[in-house]
C-alpha cells in the first residue's frame, strides 16, 4: 500500500518539528527516515498513524487520507514496531500476538495458526516460546516478539521506529539479517526510522535525509552516499564509498547480480578461502585483509566455484555507482 505526506507540517507552539514535508513511499519500498536529533524524523512517522496529528497537510494510506479515518480502525491495519517493544506484561508471547486479531474478530483456529506462523518467521520456536512470559525473554527476542505482533493483523504498512536501537550490536545485526528475510518474504510498505547510518545503508530500499525538519534528500543508498550536497556528505562522513560495501553484493562485484540474502550470509557457510556470492563486499574485503590476500574465491549460494573475487573488482565496485 502506497503512503504519502503532502506539504505536512507539525509545530508545537514556537517550535517547527516538521516543515513542508512531501514525501512517497511506493508499494513493498522500504524508506528508511533518519537525520540529526530533533530533525523531525520521529514525528513524521507518527503522523502516519495519528499518534501525532499534523499542523497542515495530509498523510495518505493509499487513497485515504488519514484524518478521515477513525484512529482505532487506521492503527488496527497498521503495524507498530517501537525500541522499547512494548509487550504487555501480563500476557504470554501467543496473547501479545493474539492482541489485534481478537480485537478483529478472527476465529480461534485461525488466531492459533496465525500464532505459529509469524513465531516461525522471526526464528523462534512456538513450542518453546508461545507460552513464555514477557520477563523472560531477552532483548533480541522481544524485539522479534514485538516484530510478530505488528505482523499480526497482516497489515499492508509497517512503522518502525528505533526498533532495534536497544539491543548490542551482535543482536542488532542479527535482527537486521532477520528482518531482511521477512521483508523479502512479506513485502510490506515499510517506513523505517533510525540514527544509525550504516543500519539505513543496510535495510533502506531508499534513504530519506531530514534536518531541522526539512527533507534534505531523498534516495537510494548508493546515490545518497555519492551526493554532493554539503549536508550530506558531512552526514555521511568521509568513510561514505567503504559504507556502500556493506550494500553491494559479492555477485554484483562479478556482474552477477545476487540479492543479499542475509548480513553475513544465510547461515551457510562457503568453503574455506572462499566466499558466497550472496555475501556482503564489506564481508569480503574482511576476509581479503584477514588472510592477507588480495583475491578471494567466490562461490554461489549453493557452494559451486563462479569466479574469482579481486581486490580491484572490490573497490571499483565501492566508487561507482550501485547495482541495480
Not at 208 to 237: K, Q, S
Not at 256 to 268: F, K, L, N, S, Y
Request: glycine content about 8%.
Amino acid at each position: 500500500m502506497r503512503l504519502e505526506w503532502r506539504q505536512v507540517s507539525k509545530r508545537y507552539a514556537e517550535k517547527t518539528a516538521v516543515d513542508d514535508l512531501s514525501l512517497d513511499v511506493a508499494e513493498g519500498e522500504l524508506l528508511v527516515l533518519i537525520g540529526p536529533s530533533g530533525c523531525g524524523k520521529t514525528t513524521s512517522l507518527k503522523m502516519i498513524n495519528r499518534l501525532v496529528e499534523p499542523s497542515e497537510g495530509t498523510v495518505m494510506v493509499g487513497d485515504k487520507d488519514v484524518s478521515l479515518v477513525p484512529v482505532t480502525e487506521l492503527r488496527r491495519h497498521i503495524g507498530y514496531v517501537i525500541q522499547q517493544v512494548g509487550l504487555f506484561p501480563h500476557m504470554s508471547v501467543a496473547d501479545n500476538i493474539a492482541a489485534v486479531p481478537r480485537l478483529l474478530k478472527w476465529d480461534k483456529a485461525r488466531i492459533e495458526a496465525r500464532i505459529e506462523e509469524l513465531l516461525d518467521l522471526v526464528g523462534l520456536p512456538p513450542g518453546e516460546y508461545a507460552d513464555a512470559w514477557p520477563a523472560r525473554l531477552s532483548g533480541g527476542e522481544a524485539q522479534r516478539v514485538g516484530v510478530a505482533r505488528a505482523l499480526a493483523a497482516d497489515p499492508p504498512v509497517l512503522l518502525m521506529d528505533e526498533p532495534f536501537g536497544a539491543v548490542d550490536p551482535l543482536t542488532r545485526e542479527v535482527l537486521q539479517r532477520e528482518f531482511l528475510r521477512i521483508q523479502s518474504t512479506l513485502g510490506k510498505t515499510v517506513v523505517f526510522v533510525t540514527h544509525d547510518l550504516d543500519e539505513a545503508i543496510r535495510l533502506g530500499d531508499r534513504i530519506a535525509v531530514m534536518n531541522e525538519g526539512r527533507l534534505v534528500a531523498a534516495a537510494p543508498p548508493g546515490e545518497l552516499l555519492m551526493d554532493a550536497d554539503p549536508f550530506i556528505r558531512n552526514f555521511t562522513g568521509e568513510d561514505r564509498a567503504l559504507r556502500r560495501l556493506a550494500r553491494l553484493s559479492v555477485g554484483d562485484a562479478l556482474g552477477q547480480a545476487v540479492p543479499i540474502t542475509a548480513v553475513g550470509g544465510d547461515g551457510d557457510s562457503a568453503p574455506v578461502g572462499s566466499i558466497r556470492t550472496d555475501s556482503t563486499l564489506k564481508e569480503a574485503l574482511s576476509l581479503m585483509l584477514e588472510a592477507g590476500e588480495s583475491s578471494i574465491n567466490a562461490v554461489n549460494p549453493a557452494g559451486r566455484p563462479i569466479g574469482k573475487l579481486t581486490l580491484a573488482d572490490l573497490l571499483e565496485s565501492a566508487a561507482g555507482t550501485e547495482a541495480s
